[in-house]
């Protein structure tokens, strides 16, 4: 593939969502696309299933290609679940006796057997998910492209799809790209990985050492003047100017003990005679990609917020809950509900040191640090035969 995209225009200067790119993937492979959000992983998806035309450049594919990119793409609303997989199988290419013999094995497969007569615009979008992938996967395409549309569904079907693109690539010999922000699901699931930055490759090879190089760039961006940053969303009517992670006697710190107090202040300002009302302020710490943490205004006060001029909000967490490790911190403004004022992904990054959270000198068990949350419990004997095996 040798292609661009060019999406709009910004402030006077053109605005490439993808620039630059040139790569190839053979057969069998299965590919991971990582970055962050508005890296262009959507948009490449987008030009490699002819959704959309690159503004130069050009895709060379070979086979069918089959993808889910949004929930619902492809279906046709007022049609029933039946009619749509002879439609999606049309669209691919298939004739209808081919779709008519894997018939069974989608409707088994999605589990929504009792609702394949019911139009599809009455599914929830698990169930759009379920359909839309077991048509995909079944009815064999040559190339199969997932976007992170899997997250819709429940733990136990993305399992199963996932399983399935593993067998698919193994053992049928389909190539797959997959695009997704779970570290572990990309580890698992793709020998190779490409990341994208700011619409062009920042690195392409073994999952693995992309997966090191994109945590190495974030902490090189969070090390960045939090004020300065330009890769940052919203309208931009207010930002984030920095946050900080404060211990108990006032210090600013950037190593936080499991079961310490901590304060993490979160500095704003807002543009000129602008005031915002129904506002809240959050921050969502990342580990792998994945979010494990959100603290946020809205969350524990149901007041409404307003903000105006420069000012300063200050969390407070008196055990601090998460394992060691490093962590990501994204930082968010939104007004109106939900009007995304600023969000700026990889605002700082924070670690976490091995502490007694319990106060019982343990610590969790080995293997567990950056996977787990630390949560206050208590235990106790119930029943003879318990007390029975205590003596």
Request: hydrophobic letters at 40%.
């Amino acid at each position: 593939m040798r292609a661009a995209r060019k999406d709009l225009v910004v402030k006077d200067y053109d605005f490439w969502a993808l620039q630059d790119l040139n790569f190839s993937i053979g057969q069998g492979e299965v590919v991971g696309v990582i970055g962050r959000n508005g890296a262009g992983k959507s948009t490449l998806l987008k030009i490699l299933s002819r959704i959309t035309e690159p503004s130069s450049g050009r895709v060379r594919l070979r086979g069918r290609v089959a993808s889910l990119l949004e929930v619902g793409t492809g279906f046709h609303p007022e049609l029933s679940g039946r009619e749509n997989i002879y439609l999606n199988g049309a669209i691919l290419g298939m004739r209808r006796s081919e779709i008519k013999s894997k018939f069974d094995e989608i409707v088994d497969f999605s589990e929504i057997e009792k609702f394949i007569d019911t139009p599809v615009k009455r599914y929830s979008s698990g169930m759009y998910v379920r359909l839309a992938f077991s048509v995909a996967a079944h009815l064999e395409p040559d190339v199969l492209i997932v976007d992170e549309i899997l997250a819709v569904g429940d733990a136990a079907f993305q399992k199963k799809c996932l399983g399935k693109m593993e067998e698919a690539s193994t053992k049928g010999g389909r190539t797959v790209l997959f695009v997704s922000h779970q570290t572990g699901v990309i580890q698992n699931l793709c020998g190779r990985c490409i990341l994208l930055d700011e619409g062009r490759i920042g690195f392409d090879g073994m999952t693995k050492e992309a997966l090191n190089y994109y945590a190495a760039s974030s902490r090189k961006l969070s090390n960045s003047i939090l004020v300065n940053r330009i890769d940052r969303k919203g309208a931009g009517q207010a930002k984030v100017t920095s946050v900080e992670f404060v211990n108990g006697s006032g210090s600013v710190i950037s190593e936080i003990f499991s079961g310490s107090t901590v304060r993490i202040r979160v500095a704003f300002t807002l543009k000129p005679q602008i005031e915002l009302v129904d506002c809240r302020i959050s921050i969502t710490l990342m580990k792998d990609l994945v979010p494990v943490l959100v603290l946020s205004t809205d969350l524990v006060d149901a007041r409404p917020l307003r903000l105006r001029g420069d000012g300063e909000i200050e969390f407070v967490v008196e055990r601090w809950p998460l394992t060691m490790g490093d962590y990501q911190v994204t930082s968010y403004i939104a007004s109106g509900g939900a009007c995304t004022q600023d969000w700026v992904e990889d605002a700082t990054i924070v670690r976490v040191l091995d502490g007694d959270f319990y106060g019982s000198g343990k610590s969790y068990h080995e293997g567990w640090a950056g996977k787990c949350v630390l949560v206050d419990h208590a235990w106790r004997l119930v029943g003879e035969q318990a007390l029975a095996d205590l003596g």
